[in-house]
């Protein structure tokens, strides 16, 4: 009777939310920003076409948009539903690996009220990567951790083909991935190599895989020449006003010359494309081109207090931010845009810092507990993995940040839930038994000869 009244509520919770999400403009979602349009003419080619792997945008979002023939709406109706079906799936593995009910189901709550929020929600209205790319995020995390608590050769695999359908999906993708997720799957795989050989060949088979999938994801980059324009973007607003940063990068290659520092202070767009049209910026082009984008992922480690203080500035901002000016078909007016804290993601630099502190002790009560250490590792793993990603989208173009911080933010909120939850169930797990273990343990008088008599008994 229980699971079927779940089930039952369930059910119309998700019905509730897709008619509040959706019923007030369905069925006309008319598309008004460029990148929309970009999107739906890579989706024209298909992925029968050649072209369609190295063309102006990742292949994630168009391959959505060409099964469903490039109609809006129902692009919007498939990533509606790939949406609710991802924390779906998150709140499923969560709750079964969580012994106290009660953890459970706030967990659960703290995941809807993420899932419902107008900053996260009303990307499904539009026809752009950004719904397609977070639900996948929370794909990944869903399927990690349910190999992270039941290892198994499928698990393991699900959890790559997760992973590699959230790469394709953005570019800002990969790095994080590279950088954290493979090379932690790889060393897990080598220090259980011995005594779980099938498992271990599933990660690094999939660690492999996955490489090969980054590096198509970097070459299809480079071949459209679609990495160029947040290049331009820093170069004007973020690289030249900063002096420091402007003689590291002419240091490396970058042109300069009197038509480079006029562009100080604007972007790709500005003054008619001039970065991508005047004539006595030709050089400057080229080197964008060619090895512009390396220097630019060197600049991320070696200039990296330069980007950090630049993240640090801004990240008020953008927490604070609600993405109004993306909201076309005013999704904040339906769904609830002012949950009370810390229901929602963090909105102040004190909450994001109070939700890392938190979730850093649950990692730590979750490696006291043997049983769960691997989990500890899968959410130490992914939390490094958001803040990479926080770090990479911010820094990755000057020009609509807040929008490419939207997946990691939420990334971000994800993993506190899960990783707070189950460090607050194993609390709760390690009081348990150390209160049966107490009860086990039989009362002796001290100064009974007989207790003296046990422990010997007991040592032997």
Not at 79 to 99: C, D, G, H, N, P
Not at 112 to 122: D, F, Q, V
Not at 227 to 251: C, E, H, Q, S
């Amino acid at each position: 009777m229980w699971p079927q009244f779940v089930r039952c509520s369930v059910a119309l919770l998700v019905a509730l939310y897709l008619v509040r999400l959706l019923g007030a403009a369905w069925p006309h979602y008319p598309l008004t920003f460029p990148d929309s349009f970009s999107f739906l003419k890579v989706a024209r080619n298909g992925p029968l076409h050649p072209s369609f792997y190295f063309d102006e945008r990742p292949i994630g979002f168009p391959l959505l948009a060409w099964s469903v023939g490039r109609s809006p709406s129902l692009i919007v109706v498939a990533q509606s539903l790939l949406y609710v079906s991802a924390f779906y799936a998150l709140a499923r593995v969560l709750t079964r690996e969580l012994s106290s009910r009660v953890i459970g189901f706030v967990a659960v709550v703290f995941l809807i009220a993420l899932a419902i929020e107008p900053r996260n929600s009303m990307w499904n209205t539009l026809v752009l990567s950004e719904s397609v790319s977070n639900s996948f995020a929370v794909l990944t995390i869903a399927a990690w951790l349910r190999a992270a608590t039941r290892p198994s050769r499928s698990t393991i695999r699900w959890a790559w083909l997760a992973t590699a359908a959230w790469v394709l999906a953005r570019d800002s993708n990969v790095l994080p991935t590279m950088i954290v997720l493979v090379p932690t799957a790889v060393v897990i795989a080598i220090v259980v190599r011995n005594r779980e050989h099938r498992i271990a060949r599933a990660l690094l088979s999939g660690a492999v895989i996955l490489a090969l999938v980054c590096g198509y994801a970097y070459v299809a980059q480079a071949a459209s020449h679609r990495n160029i324009y947040p290049l331009f973007n820093n170069m004007g607003t973020r690289i030249l006003p900063d002096p420091a940063l402007t003689k590291w990068f002419v240091g490396q290659g970058m042109p300069m010359n009197d038509a480079v520092r006029a562009r100080t202070g604007h972007n790709t767009w500005d003054d008619n494309e001039a970065f991508l049209r005047a004539p006595d910026l030709a050089r400057t082009r080229s080197w964008v081109k060619g090895p512009g984008s390396r220097v630019f992922a060197l600049s991320l480690v070696v200039r990296a207090p330069d980007w950090w203080r630049r993240l640090h500035h801004d990240l008020p901002n953008t927490l604070a931010y609600k993405d109004d000016a993306y909201d076309n078909f005013h999704v904040a007016d339906r769904l609830s845009n002012s949950m009370t804290a810390p229901l929602g993601e963090p909105r102040t630099s004190g909450g994001l810092f109070a939700g890392i502190v938190l979730s850093a002790g649950s990692i730590a009560l979750m490696l006291i507990e043997r049983r769960r250490r691997l989990v500890a590792i899968f959410c130490a793993a992914m939390l490094v993995s958001t803040f990479v990603d926080v770090y990479v989208s911010y820094a990755g173009d000057s020009v609509e940040f807040q929008r490419h911080l939207v997946g990691p933010l939420l990334r971000v909120s994800v993993m506190f839930v899960v990783t707070i939850a189950l460090g607050a169930d194993t609390a709760v797990r390690l009081v348990r038994e150390r209160r049966v273990a107490k009860r086990l343990v039989p009362e002796t008088d001290p100064g009974d000869p007989s207790a003296d008599a046990a422990k010997s008994e007991e040592h032997v």
